[in-house]
C-alpha cells in the first residue's frame, strides 16, 4: 500500500477528487537499458494481497469500489488443511464460477469476513456524524441463500512483479523466477472516505483494512470452511439424485420452515417439519419427506403450514446455508412459482390450452398491455413450459378463482366459457409435458379428484390424507372429464425494434431499478413484482443490468432470446457477474447476485414496447 499512500499524501487534505487514486499511475524503472514508462494500474500491494481500488461512479469519487485480492495459499498455509480434494478444487479447478463448491466457498469467506468489518466499523461510528465525516466500510450482508455474486468470487489473478520505490516509481523484477497467475480470493466491498480527512482516509485504506484483512487470514477458520463444503456436497448430490428420481422435492426432517415475522430468519420454538411415514425416504444419508412428480395437492385450515411448506419448497431451488432451517430443502432448480399477475404485459404468446376465445383477439397469439388474472395465469405457465420447467408451484391465494376451477354446477349453468380452468389440464402438463405441479388449495375440493398426493396440513403437522380424499370424491361421486390434449409450443421470435436501454427522445442511456419492483430501462417500465423466485433486491439489479447487456450488445433484427441468454450466462461464468456492471448508472447499487436464465427471459417477456413474431 505504499503507492497509494504516496498518493494520498500529495492529495490537498479537503480533496473530494480521488482521480489519482483511480487512475493508478506509475512510473516502471526496467533492469535492462530501456527507458522507463508511465502505465496504470488501481491495484495496490500489501506484500502478496492486492486492493483494487476503482471509480463505483461518477457521482461518488469519495466512495470507492475495494476488491481485496487473496492468494488462496495465504489463507490455508500453516493452517490445518483442508481436505485434498477440496484443496485442489481451490488451487486447480475454481474457474467455473457456477460450481457448487466454488460458490459455497465464496459465500462462506463473505459471511467470515463480515465480523472484522463489523469492528473497523464499530471504531469509526460516531452517532452525531454521517457516514460521509466518519467514514464506513460497506460490505453486502447476504440471507440465508447461497448465490453466485460479484462481491465475493475466486479467479485467477496476476501476481505482483515490481518493487516499489519512491513515490509513484516501482523497479520491475527481473530475478528469473515464473510469476502465472494465481487462484485468488476476491471480496468486493466499498469504503466511504471522510469528507475533509486525507489523514484518516490513509488510515482506513492503508492501515486498518489491509490490518482487518491480515486478521481475516491468521483467523481463518478451515473447520467451519469444511463444514459449509460438506453441506454443499450434500445438497448437490440430493440434487444430482433428484434428477434421475421419480422426486420433484425434498424436505429433510427436523428443518425450520417457519419464518421469524418481519425477517427471513427461522422462526424460534417452531415445529420442525417430520415425513409422513409413508413417503418418509433416507437420501444421501439424510431423512426426509419426498414429493413425488406427478399432481400433490397441500391442504389445511387457515394458519396451518400449508403456505408455508410451499414456500420453503419454493425457497430450495437455491442452495441455504446451515442454520437458515431450510438448509435440506431441495427442489427441482426448473420450479417456477406461478401467480395471476393483473396488468402485465403479454406479447404473442399462446394461450390458447386454457382460453379458447377472447372477443375480438387470438388466443394462440394472445397479446395485450393490461393482461386480466386469468390470462396473466394462463401466459405465465406457458411461458414457465417454454423456459423448461419442470415444477410449478401454486398458493390459490395467488391465483384468479375463474381460471384455477369451475365445478360441476356451474359448468352445466354456462355453456359458452372461454376459459378451461387449470383443473381440467393439469394432469395433461404432467402426462403429455412432464411438468409437476405442486398446489396448496384450501377453499376448493375440485382438486382433490385430479391429485396424485393430497397432504394436509395441521398446525405445521403434516398427513397424508389422499386415501381419505379419494374415498370423499367416490362419495359424492365425482367423475372427471377432460378437454382433448393440446399443443404447448411457443414458437416466437423477439424484434430488436424498441429492445434498447436508449430512450426514443434521448441520446444517453437510461437504467433505473427500483426497490419496489420495477426496472426502468429506455422507454419501458417494467413491472416484475409477479417474478416470485427473485429473492434477493441484488437479482433484481443484475437483472436490470443484464437486460441492458443483451440490448447493448445486439446487432440482429431477429433476436433469438435462449441463445443470446446462454452467451451472457457463459460469458458471465468466464468473466464473473461483474461483466455486466456499467459505472455509468449512478442511481444502480453496485453488488449483485446471480438469476436464473428464466427470470431474465420473464423480463423481457414483460417489456411493453417490444414485439415477438411467431414461425
Known sequence: MKRLKNKLLKMEPNTTNYSEMYEGSMLLIPTTAQEPWSEYDSKYYNDQISFEIKLTHKLAQDKPTVTIIIPVEEIFNKKETLPTEWFKHFLFKMENRFDNLTTAAADYCLRAFAPFIDTLNSELYNRSRPDNENGKYYLYRPGGEVLVRNTAYFALCPQKDYENGNGNTVYLLNDGVSRPPRMCLCIRMQVQLPKKKIRKTIQMLCRDLPDAVDKFIAEFNCSELNDALALSERQTAIRSWLKTSPYCA??????????????????????????????????????????????????????????????????????????????????????????????????????????????????????????????????????????????????????ATNFMIRDKMMKELIEKEPITPFTDRVNELYLKQSVSTILVIGGSGEYLSVADKVYMMNDFMILDVTENSKEICKQNCVENSFPSPVTWKQQRTLISNAFTSYPETSGSEKLEVSDMGFIIIGDEQIDIRGLHDVITKRQLDSLGFMLRYLEIHNNEINVDVVKRIDELYNNIEKDGLDVVFSSYFTTCERFLDLPRKCELRAVINRMRKISFISH
Open 250 to 399: 425434498f424436505v429433510a426432517n427436523g428443518s425450520i420452515l417457519p419464518r421469524s415475522k418481519g425477517t427471513d430468519l427461522p422462526m424460534e420454538n417452531a415445529v420442525p417439519f417430520k415425513s409422513t411415514p409413508k413417503d418418509e425416504i433416507e437420501v444421501c444419508g439424510v431423512l426426509g419427506m419426498g414429493i413425488k412428480r406427478g399432481v400433490t395437492v397441500i391442504t389445511g385450515g387457515g394458519y396451518s403450514g400449508k403456505s408455508t411448506l410451499l414456500d420453503a419448497i419454493s425457497a430450495g431451488i437455491y442452495n441455504h446455508t446451515a442454520g437458515d432451517g431450510r438448509e435440506l430443502c431441495i427442489t427441482d432448480e426448473s420450479a417456477m412459482t406461478i401467480s395471476a399477475e393483473d396488468g402485465r404485459s403479454v406479447k404473442n404468446v399462446n394461450i390458447s390450452p386454457f382460453i379458447k376465445w377472447i372477443p375480438g383477439g387470438d388466443t394462440e397469439r394472445f397479446s395485450t398491455d393490461h393482461a386480466s388474472g386469468s390470462t396473466s395465469q394462463a401466459a405465465n405457465i406457458m411461458e414457465s413450459v417454454d423456459y423448461g420447467a419442470k415444477l410449478l408451484l401454486i398458493d390459490e391465494d395467488k391465483s
